[in-house]
């Protein structure tokens, strides 16, 4: 396998883990009070997002430069 | 560099009351000023996200002769690194939260492991795309500009973030933090999503779009 | 840190905590992490720094009494103008009006033991003067020239003096930045109990307004500079033309910040003037409510406005058409401030002391300058009147007859708190006086000049300027003069002045139930508070504040550490 | 609320009333005067839209007056009529008023309509400077530390300092610069653009009264940006204008350097051209707007792609219509080119010389 191919294969187990587990931490965040975890509800999907992008473009659908990976 | 064991150190004298009640109120201001100052860096990155975005669109195409396309494949690869470590973070603030300081430190560990893959991952790509096209900094034009100065500052704010959950892991392993009274932590796991999700931005508008 | 605890449990923000009050020189007027000491030191800071910023404005007008230039050579000019601009932009009335003013009064006016972050405010304070330093030592290395705009790409061929001068408004911004941050905390989570919103006094509106302002904005100035360090320091082309950057693009950055810096430098100074009314008038402030909301509403405006400065840049033509009307818009606010003054005049008993003239005279001249702000926003006129003298007339109406106005009727106005002496009331007035008439001498010719074909930045010009340069400029000696007053006055009165006593106005805002000057720990017990101070004919409306001009009730003790 | 029923009937006194009808006629004389006022008096009109800017500018002086007028008086009144007097108890308090919802309400609405109007007023003007005609006389002005060129049609390099112009005719002014910013204002003429470099910033006007105008630097340009004032000339019967443009003509016809604004001149030899050094040429002064030479025809970053373009079957004529060939690429280069596909400008404003034409197309040809 070339380290280009392991990158990629990495990169979409990682994503789908990642995504996986911020969506986890969000639900189980979902009804903490306080100003701090209001925040960290945002960026837990934010990140979530961040993964899923990430997972798009490790399987080359989104690429730089006008989609071309 | 281990906890002797799952009991936390309590900090003597600190178990009044009143006490109690200050520090509750002087974390609030601390909780807000800190999140102020996260919205100012925000806007840091923004003004330069701003820069990036006019100079790509005016008019001379994108991307600029002779720069070639970027290895999103790495970049995908190490983006999850990084936002693997926002996961992490998270677990161990919630371990601290619960009182498993094991488990806490482990997570915490992990996290700086992983930011630091992070810095070796930017390190190598700049590497290779420094090798690749032969550029250096002014050389590269506006391409190289944006690129270089909008990830080299998240690159710093990372390592900033390394030194910081360092720091704050030096600091409970000497017992400065209780299972009610953390808001260092707090702040570290903000700072640290923060970099995760401008990373969000960044790899998107320089990756993917 | 040190954590000390008194009296009775209010509630409502850190009210009891007290820290040791420092007993070294060094600690209590140096490194001091009070905030009345730090706003006392920023405000003699800028006044140093007005000095010798208003050195450098008197040998701009010196040489421009002659159309060949009397004085320097074009280069030594550019590089005055560029300087005096600056210095009183970021060292003046910035500091003055949030650092120096808002520092002092607003934590008093809130019933605030301190700010919420005493160290912090410290560091701003100590980011300052060196960074102020910095920006005058750019004089050895050759100074920026480009005026305090410095557009590129002159600003890329500039002397190095320039990299000096944005590494020195850089460090500026960031105090300004952690200012900022500081009071918007302090205003959300440290008022007194009973201190709502509807209750604040309007300069704490003010800064209630203006703290995003710094804390935003003074960022994205940070970048602009930052970029152009890095582009002037090691060639990454960010503005450069012939590198394929865009020197419009600066434009854009800088103004995203310098359209929201005029109203910082413009709403705390509508606070003051929203709290000197009322007092000299015996008044409520009428309309309470549409100023304080005005306040917010210019701050909003104030970013989305910015590129009215660059209606000649080559904006794209659709895009000049929002600015111009968002522009426009914000003289509905402004307006509301102006009318709800004049009807808080209507009906008074107004007493004009010298702090009360500088108000009076406020309005008058920062109504002309507001007026020549809707003029310029209108593209069609701004395609003629930019760039020239007019510019010049409208933001020196802005920044002097407003801004350093307000600034000056600020001083007199709390000079007793702060010092505990009265300033010199006939020296007063011969102060405003003369630096009224100065003023307006010195600027309104310069409306006649631009409009008939006078550029700014110019260090000669057309022949058939110079009698109304000559008039501006021997104007311009009377509105020193009338400073020269005022700083004598100031010193003189530290010594000599007559007691003050807590409140000499009769004033009803928190800080001056209090003694002049406060004490470390400003307040014994923490006022509840529980209406707005503007009632005249009512009580005051506090509760708690009984002992704190009573000698034999004893100090709030801070536990030691 | 309880603050509002607090607060007493207010009656208005016949002394505000009185101060009140002096502000108005003031207010008036000193619209009819500003309306009467001829502005051209101070500052002669020599174009069209000076005219309607002047006319929003003295809207904005009339109305601003009044505004003015009323907030000084009744500053002025108020100050003295409520003043302090000697006779007044110490602790005596004014009138205990606190807010009245229907005067706030109207000053925040006459305000708004007034904005509005004024907002149409504006807008309508611009719309007028921005449909001036696109037609006619084509010059283009170009910036340098401290000086002005400007280049016309049919004319060989450039003409320094002076611009002259015909009356009555359109004209489309092409502003750039060379160095730095400058700007290019015409006071007479109430239009001013700046001259950005790597920017093309576009005036038009027709000028109408002949006579000698002040051209103005208004941007920051470095040590003698206050010497940077030349003239511009409207001349009368157009036949004057011909002359001093054919005198130049003739005067230039030599200068091999540049051609003229809008075209012109004996087309430039292509012998000897370096492809070498037109490759170095293209990457500094085409791949702004024609993106790298790897781009094909439909790959348009403001005009198109040029691989291939001495050589692409999908493209056998160029923009302007004619064939392919080397010399009419080197053409377009010449003259510029302004059509379907957008505008380009000439070699003159590109600041290119015969030779650097002769290199492009040398290097062009090797782009097959």
């Known amino acids: 396998m070339d380290i280009v191919r392991l990158e990629r294969v990495v990169a979409v187990v990682g994503a789908i883990v990642v995504a996986a587990a911020a969506l986890v931490a969000l639900k189980n965040d979902w009804k903490t009070p306080g100003l701090e975890n209001q925040v960290f509800k945002v960026m837990l999907g934010l990140l979530a997002l961040g993964a899923v992008l990430a997972l798009f473009a490790a399987i080359g659908v989104l690429g730089n430069f006008g989609g071309k990976a | ?209 | 840190m040190s954590v000390a605890v008194h009296g009775e449990v209010h509630g409502g923000g850190v009210a009891d905590h007290i820290h040791p009050e420092p007993q070294t020189f060094v600690r209590k007027y140096i490194f001091s992490i009070d905030h009345k000491i730090i706003g006392i030191q920023y405000i003699i800071t800028s006044f140093v720094f007005m000095g010798l910023g208003g050195l450098l404005a008197e040998l701009i007008r010196v040489q421009l009494m002659h159309h060949s230039g009397a004085l320097v050579n074009p280069d030594t000019y550019n590089e005055l103008y560029s300087i005096h601009g600056s210095t009183m932009v970021w060292l003046v009335i910035i500091p003055l009006l949030t650092g120096g003013f808002g520092n002092f009064v607003f934590p008093l006016q809130i019933g605030a033991r301190d700010v919420a972050f005493p160290w912090l405010n410290m560091v701003s304070f100590w980011i300052f003067p060196p960074a102020g330093l910095m920006l005058y030592s750019s004089f050895l290395m050759g100074a920026p020239v480009a005026g305090w705009t410095e557009y590129p790409p002159m600003s890329l061929q500039g002397a190095a003096g320039t990299s000096m001068w944005a590494a020195a408004i850089f460090l500026i911004g960031v105090s300004s930045t952690m200012t900022g941050i500081n009071f918007l905390v302090t205003l959300l989570k440290m008022r007194a109990p009973g201190m709502t919103f509807t209750r604040m006094p309007l300069f704490c509106w003010a800064q209630f307004a203006t703290a995003p302002l710094l804390m935003i904005a003074t960022t994205a100035l940070g970048a602009a500079l930052a970029a152009l360090f890095i582009e002037r320091q090691f060639g990454v082309p960010f503005f450069d033309p012939t590198k394929g950057g865009s020197p419009v693009l600066w434009q854009h950055m800088f103004w995203f910040y310098s359209h929201p810096a005029v109203y910082i430098m413009i709403l705390p100074a509508f606070g003051m003037i929203s709290e000197i009314l009322p007092t000299f008038a015996r008044k409520p402030i009428f309309g309470y409510k549409m100023i304080a909301f005005s306040s917010v509403a210019i701050a909003l405006l104030g970013f989305m406005v910015w590129a009215h400065h660059m209606f000649t840049s080559g904006l794209a033509p659709w895009l000049q058409l929002p600015f111009m009307i968002l522009t426009f818009f914000i003289a509905i606010p402004t307006g509301i401030k102006i009318f709800s003054w004049l009807t808080t005049l209507w009906g008074g008993k107004i007493q004009f002391s010298t702090a009360m003239l500088f108000a009076v005279g406020f309005i008058a001249t920062f109504t002309f300058g507001g007026i020549t702000g809707v003029f310029l926003a209108a593209v069609p006129f701004d395609l003629h009147a930019h760039g020239t003298y007019f510019i010049v007339a409208h933001l020196h109406y802005v920044l002097v007859g407003g801004s350093l106005m307000a600034i000056l009727g600020g001083v007199h106005f709390w000079y007793p708190k702060m010092s505990g002496r009265m300033m010199n009331e006939t020296l007063g007035k011969w102060t405003f006086w003369l630096f009224f008439i100065g003023f307006n001498g010195t600027f309104i010719p310069m409306h006649w000049l631009g409009l008939l074909g006078m550029p700014r930045r110019v260090a000669t010009y057309d022949p058939q300027f110079q009698t109304w340069n000559i008039v501006a400029t021997a104007f311009s000696f009377v509105m020193t003069a009338a400073l020269l007053l005022f700083f004598i006055n100031a010193l003189y009165s530290l010594r000599n002045g007559r007691k003050a006593g807590p409140n000499p106005w009769n004033a009803r805002t928190l800080e001056w139930q209090i003694p002049s000057p406060p004490p470390y720990y400003n307040f014994k017990h923490v006022p509840a508070v529980f209406a707005a101070p503007y009632d005249f004919a009512e009580p005051l409306p506090y509760r708690g504040l009984e002992g704190e001009l009573d000698p034999s009730v004893p100090a709030p003790v801070p536990a030691g550490h | ?368």
């Open chain 2, 1 to 209: 560099m281990a906890l002797a064991s799952s009991s936390y150190p309590v900090a003597g004298a600190q178990t009044h009351g009143e006490v109690d009640r200050l520090y509750a109120e002087t974390r609030d201001l601390r909780l807000n000023g800190f999140l102020l100052f996260m919205v100012s860096d925000l806007v840091l990155f923004s003004s330069f996200i701003f820069a990036y975005l006019y100079l790509r669109n005016s008019g001379q195409g994108w991307p600029p002769p002779g720069i070639n396309r970027l290895d999103v494949a790495f970049a995908a690869f190490n983006s999850v690194v990084l936002f693997g470590s926002g996961t992490t973070m998270h677990f161990a603030l919630e371990n601290w939260k619960h009182g498993h300081f094991m488990k806490y430190a482990n997570w915490l560990i992990a996290t700086i492991v992983l930011g630091v893959t992070f810095l070796g991952g930017q390190g190598y790509e700049y590497y290779t795309l420094m090798a690749r096209l032969h550029h250096t900094w002014s050389g590269s034009g506006i391409f190289g500009a944006s690129f270089f100065t909008l990830t080299g500052m998240h690159g710093l704010h990372v390592f900033a973030g390394v030194c910081f959950l360092t720091v704050l892991l030096m600091q409970s392993v000497m017992g400065k933090y209780t299972p009610q009274k953390y808001f260092g932590l707090t702040a570290g796991t903000l700072y640290w999503h923060f970099v995760d999700v401008i990373w969000v931005l960044l790899f998107s508008i320089f990756y993917l779009i």
């Open chain 4, 1 to 368: 609320m309880a603050v509002e029923n607090r607060d007493p009937a207010v009656k208005l006194e016949r002394g505000f009333w009185l101060v009140t009808a002096v502000l108005a006629v003031l207010s008036l004389i000193a619209v009819v005067a500003t309306v009467l006022y001829p502005v051209q008096r101070l500052l002669p009109e020599a174009a069209i839209p000076a005219d309607q800017i002047d006319a929003l500018f003295k809207f904005l002086v009339a109305s601003s007056s009044v505004v003015f007028i009323f907030v000084i008086g009744y500053l002025l009144y108020f100050s003295l009529a409520f003043r302090r007097r000697s006779s007044d108890a110490p602790d005596a308090v004014g009138v205990q008023i606190h807010d009245s919802q229907s005067l706030e309400m109207w000053w925040t609405i006459v305000p708004t309509i007034f904005i509005i109007v004024l907002g149409i007023f504006s807008i309508k003007i611009w719309y007028g400077i921005q449909v001036q005609p696109n037609s006619g006389l084509v010059v283009e002005a170009i910036g340098h530390q401290w000086f002005y060129d400007f280049r016309y049609p049919g004319v060989h390099g450039t003409i320094p300092n002076e611009m002259h112009l015909p009356a009555n005719v359109p004209v489309t002014l092409h502003t750039t610069a060379q160095d730095v910013i400058h700007s290019f204002w015409i006071p007479a003429i109430r239009l001013k653009a700046d001259m950005v470099p790597g920017l093309i910033n576009t005036l038009r006007f027709t000028p109408t009264n002949p006579g000698r105008y002040e051209i103005i630097c208004t941007e920051f340009c470095g040590t003698l940006h206050g010497e940077m004032h030349k003239q511009v000339v409207v001349i009368e019967p157009q036949a004057k204008f011909i002359a001093w443009l054919s005198g130049w003509k003739s005067k230039n016809a030599h200068a091999s350097d540049a051609v003229p604004a809008g075209g012109g001149g004996p087309p430039v030899s292509l012998a000897g051209g370096d492809a070498a050094a037109g490759k170095a040429l293209f990457a500094q002064k085409c791949i702004a707007c024609h993106g790298a030479a790897t781009n094909g025809f439909e790959k348009r970053v403001v005009g198109p792609g040029l691989d291939k373009v001495l050589d692409d079957p999908a493209h056998p004529k160029l923009v302007d219509g004619n064939p392919a060939t080397p010399e009419n690429v080197a053409k377009i280069l010449q003259n510029g080119y302004h059509g379907d596909m957008g505008q380009m400008p000439s070699m003159g404003a590109n600041g290119l010389s015969a030779k650097d034409v002769a290199n492009l197309v040398a290097y062009l040809k090797t782009l097959k």
